[in-house]
């Protein structure tokens, strides 16, 4: 009798990396010639958003290039950050907020569901909180499943991880 062979699809991100690049960028800011006395900080609130406040627009979009630099160098997909509109802040100040994506929503794993069953694959396709378990006897088939939800990433805008593979 054949056992059958799962993963899982999930969408996370290493949080000690996140808390590193923040680092990094906050580092920079006090260092680098244009940001040096902008008034400009940059923090993580529990691991659930990011806050960027500086004197204007342009500087915020440096800080935020910046980020995503860091975020690309330590590995960490930049479509975990959720751009939010950009406020006034405080002493004329303008703040962003970037909400943090993690973990599946509803929706995006009963798209990615159909988008499993419409291959019409040899596999089956269960959601499990915030993340979907694929399982089917074939690793062959396991394998043309990420394959296909790799090439998919895109409409799908968050970053997948495969784990558990067995």
């Known amino acids: ?3 059958d062979c799962s993963f899982d699809v999930v969408s996370e991100f290493d949080k000690q990396e996140l808390v590193n690049a923040v680092d990094q960028v906050q580092r920079e800011l006090s260092s680098r010639f244009d940001l040096k006395n902008s008034n400009s900080d940059i ?3 529990a691991d659930k958003t990011i806050t960027i406040t ?4 342009m500087k915020l979009r440096n800080i935020l290039d910046i980020l995503q630099t860091k975020l690309v160098k330590r590995n960490l997909n930049i479509k975990i950050l959720d751009p939010q509109p950009i406020e006034n802040a405080l002493g004329g100040n303008v703040r962003q907020v970037f909400n943090l994506k993690k ?3 509803v929706e995006l794993a009963k798209k990615i569901v ?3 069953k419409n291959s019409k694959l040899k596999v089956q396709a269960s959601i499990q909180g915030e993340q979907v378990r694929v399982s089917g006897k074939s690793k062959d088939d396991l394998q043309q499943v990420i394959r296909l939800l790799k090439e998919n ?3 799908y805008d968050i970053p997948l991880q495969f784990q558990n593979y067995r």
Do not use: V
């Open 43 to 45: 923090k993580l609130e």
């Open 114 to 116: 159909a988008d499993i």
């Open 153 to 155: 990433e895109d409409s």
């Open 1 to 3: 009798m054949a056992k």
């Open 103 to 105: 973990g599946l929503s």
């Open 54 to 57: 500086t004197s204007d627009d």
